[in-house]
């Protein structure tokens, strides 16, 4: 359990590659953290920094108030799991487990119990004897953990360590990993570019682009209070649907005009507004805000393009103009492409961007 900070953090790898621009991070005791962003935005990088595998360019690493910076691996306290687990081939579980226990000449007994413990944790309490050869890929990652877990690292890092496996074994690890935090309580940072793995697992998500963060925030923030478009498109599966519309301020009213409809709203609710009447902007729109609504007071009506069945609701693509538009519709809802359906909006839940800078427009309860 220990709190981290990263002040001004940047790795640059030669002229022209950064891999970390700029990072600055407050990560506090117990936290589950998730690095999450798009291949090549500098996760890895960080982690590596982070455990002392990568010499930072510049910025500082505190570890419970410490700078680590400069400390070899070693002696930083950190665990590392990363995606390709890399146990030992040659060494039983036991032995790999007990490797980094050994090498701090803890006494025997008490490696012993200390291995079963966290062998058990991780549901490989029988498997101590056998080799990593015998064991399937989801065993050998939870070796990896068990491996990392033993010595009770003040930090625990995870860059990735699921995505080796398949996708229903992902699942299932998912939720004891988070069971398994609840238990140890240490402290974690956690990568992934799967955003429904990241959603689902942390306290708060670290969203980063081109070696910058994007977003810090829970899994409500950054879902529902996006800080730009790029988050907005980058959460949520289907992600949020984007129309450019042009706004214009009548008396009490505020009309957003798309090509395709006309949302007329009262300006009291929507006055962050006010500033943008005459100028164009971006309305975001999540899939399940967009409902069908057979009535005449729908806000458009369209062609069904394509219909994706998914169980417990259905995915219908909707072709408007150029801009496919995707909404969730309940499973019993009966959608066949090529229907003309009408559509309506959840006024509650729009999300209003700024066209140059694709920055939220914030609502008065965010400011
Ligand atoms: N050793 C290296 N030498 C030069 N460039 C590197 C090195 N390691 C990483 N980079 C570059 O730094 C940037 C960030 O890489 P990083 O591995 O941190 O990305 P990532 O977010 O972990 O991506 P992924 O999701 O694909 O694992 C990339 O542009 C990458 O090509
Ligand atoms: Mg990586």
Not at 151 to 175: G, I, Y
Not at 211 to 228: K, L, M
Not at 347 to 362: A, P
Request: aromatic share 6%; hydrophobic share 40%.
């Amino acid at each position: 359990m220990a709190t981290l900070e990263l002040v001004d953090l940047a790795k640059r790898f030669s002229k022209k590659v950064w891999g970390v621009r700029k990072m600055d991070l407050d990560v506090n005791e117990k936290e589950f953290i998730v690095l999450l962003g798009p291949s090549g935005c500098g996760k890895t990088t960080t982690m590596r920094m982070v455990a002392g595998l990568e010499e930072v360019t510049r910025g500082t690493i505190h570890l419970d108030g410490k700078d680590i910076t400069d400390i070899p691996p070693r002696d930083r306290g950190i665990s590392m799991v990363f995606q390709n687990y890399a146990i030992w081939p040659h060494m039983t579980v036991f032995d790999n487990i007990a490797f980094s226990l050994k090498l701090k000449k803890m006494p025997k007994a008490e490696i012993r119990q200390r291995v079963q413990e966290t062998a058990d944790m991780v549901k490989i309490g029988e498997l101590l004897k056998r080799l990593p050869g015998q064991l399937s890929g989801g065993q050998q990652q939870r070796v990896a953990l068990a491996r990392a877990l033993a010595v009770k690292p003040k930090l625990f890092l995870m860059d990735e360590p699921l995505s080796n496996l398949d996708a229903k074994l992902r699942v299932v690890m998912r939720t004891e990993l988070k069971a398994i935090h609840q238990q140890t309580e240490a402290t974690s940072i956690f990568v992934t570019h799967d955003q429904s793995e990241a959603m689902s697992m942390a306290d708060r998500i670290v969203i980063m682009k081109d070696g910058e963060i994007i977003q810090i925030g829970t899994p409500d923030d950054v879902y529902f209070r996006s800080a730009n478009m790029f988050v907005a498109g980058f959460i949520g599966t289907p992600p949020t649907n984007f129309f450019n519309i042009r706004c214009s301020v009548d008396g009490e009213e505020i009309s957003l005009k798309h090509s395709n409809f006309k949302l007329v709203l009262p300006l009291k609710d929507f006055s962050e507004l006010d500033a943008y009447n005459g100028k164009e902007l971006v309305v975001g729109v999540r899939p399940e805000d967009i409902a069908v609504d057979s009535s005449d007071k729908a806000l458009f009506t369209n062609k069904v393009l394509v219909v994706e069945p998914q169980g417990s609701h259905q995915v219908v693509a909707l072709k408007l103009n150029d801009a496919i538009v995707k909404t969730i519709v309940s499973a019993d809802q009966s959608v066949k492409p090529g229907d003309s359906i009408g559509f309506n909006f959840n006024l509650k839940r729009l999300h209003f961007f700024n066209m140059e800078t694709e920055n939220r427009i914030k609502t008065a309860s965010e400011i």
